[in-house]
């Protein structure tokens, strides 16, 4: 807890579960391989890199209150029911397994989560839990919505997940 490991670029991926809650990894680059049930709470991951080369998917990794502003986490496995208070503005979650997030919380005040410029060409929603989020300006392309349907599919929201949130 608390590391500060800032530019860092380990090159071989983590293959034990990675616990590196409120770390600070901005602008690190990283693979977490297959590795189950990592956590990022709270953690520093700016501009960082955790995309998984050579085929790895981590699973059930958490990142509730992260700061992921601009991270690369193409092809990660991001279900979780712990994301309150994530940042994903400018992040790339293209092809990422967002089944069951889980972005609602019981106060109105602030959005639980924001994808304001989020990229996710490909990620898959289903199950998503997106009640309070804001998504301005989010890149939807071949996005599986919340409620299973494929964000282009012609419903008359432009391409996006925005009618087809479901009651989630």
Do not use: H
Not at 27 to 38: C, I, T
Not at 133 to 160: F, H, Y
Request: with cysteine; hydrophobic share 35%; glycine share 8%.
């Amino acid at each position: 807890r608390f590391a500060d490991a800032t530019g860092a670029v380990f090159p071989v991926a983590f293959v034990s579960e990675v616990i590196a809650d409120d770390a600070t990894l901005a602008l690190a680059s990283f693979q977490l391989g297959n590795a189950p049930r990592n956590s990022f709470r709270r953690a520093d991951l700016r501009m960082a890199n955790l995309s998984p080369k050579g085929g790895g998917r981590p699973t059930n990794t958490t990142f509730a209150d992260a700061n992921l502003f601009r991270a690369n986490l193409t092809g990660n496995d991001c279900r979780s029911t712990d994301t309150a208070g994530c940042d994903f503005t400018r992040a790339s979650l293209r092809e990422a397994n967002l089944q069951r997030l889980r972005c609602a919380t019981p106060s109105q005040l602030a959005p639980s989560c924001d994808f304001t410029q989020a990229d996710l060409t490909g990620a898959d929603l289903t199950g998503a839990q997106l009640s309070s989020v804001v998504l301005e300006g989010t890149i939807w392309s071949n996005t599986t919505c919340p409620d299973g349907t494929n964000s282009d599919l012609p419903d008359g929201d432009g391409s996006t997940c925005l009618s087809n949130l479901g009651g989630t």
